[in-house]
């Protein structure tokens, strides 16, 4: 299925959620549903850009996250050790921007390493990849305003001069897969009018043809921003 590039989202988030259930109903443990949805990312994202978005950013790794089993959490962090750099690697030769968004600080030095690395080979691109890394909503809204304040008055422009999104386009569509029908938390602010898409199908398994399909749906919506 083909997209119209004129008519394409600009910048999509992704919620890419149900790793842990894709595996236990493999009767797996519950990180390999996580390197399933790690092997799953690259396949998407090109399709995405391919149809004409300008940015795709990825719910990775939550603020909330940090509250799952120590064992799941340094498995997650692994995984972002082993595949950030050949994944990212592959986007960048690709064309595209990667960029982060979150408080790097939370992890270990050489993961730290490996973003402040992947970030430095990053060219004047058209097209960006954000990964969103122990990153929530909240707290970059709370992050965006002590920053504006510290600049002086706090108004829309100084505020949103301090998001981890300030250099992205503005936010048209969010896709949630696994199921739930919620935010969990992710780019609140942006969100103020993005089309929201949810999808019963678990991360691993979605695909590009499942997503070029909410494009056309995207297509089909009146955007009317409260007018």
Known sequence: ??????????HVGIIMDGNGRWATKRLLPRTAGHRAGVKNITSVVEAALNA?????TLYAFSTE????EK???????????????????DLIARGACVVFSGDSSYFPSDV??????????????????NIALNYGGREEIIRAARLAAESGEITKESFERELYSSKLPELDMIVRTG???RLSNFLLYQAAYAELFF???LWPDFDAKELLSMFEEFNKRTRKFGK
Do not use: F, W, Y
């Not at 004409?52 to 795709?56: D, K, L, T």
């Not at 996250?65 to 799952?68: Q, T």
């Open 52 to 56: 004409g978005v300008r940015c795709v």
């Open 112 to 129: 730290q390493q490996l973003m402040a690395d992947i970030s430095a080979e990053n060219s004047g691109s058209e097209t960006s990849v």
């Open 199 to 201: 999808t019963d199908t």
């Open 179 to 181: 199921g739930e029908k």
């Open 65 to 68: 996250n940090r509250g799952r």
């Open 71 to 89: 064992d799941e959490i340094d498995a997650l962090i692994d995984l972002i050790r082993k595949h950030i750099k050949p994944m990212t690697r």
């Open 1 to 10: 299925m083909k997209s119209d590039k004129s008519k394409c989202p600009r």
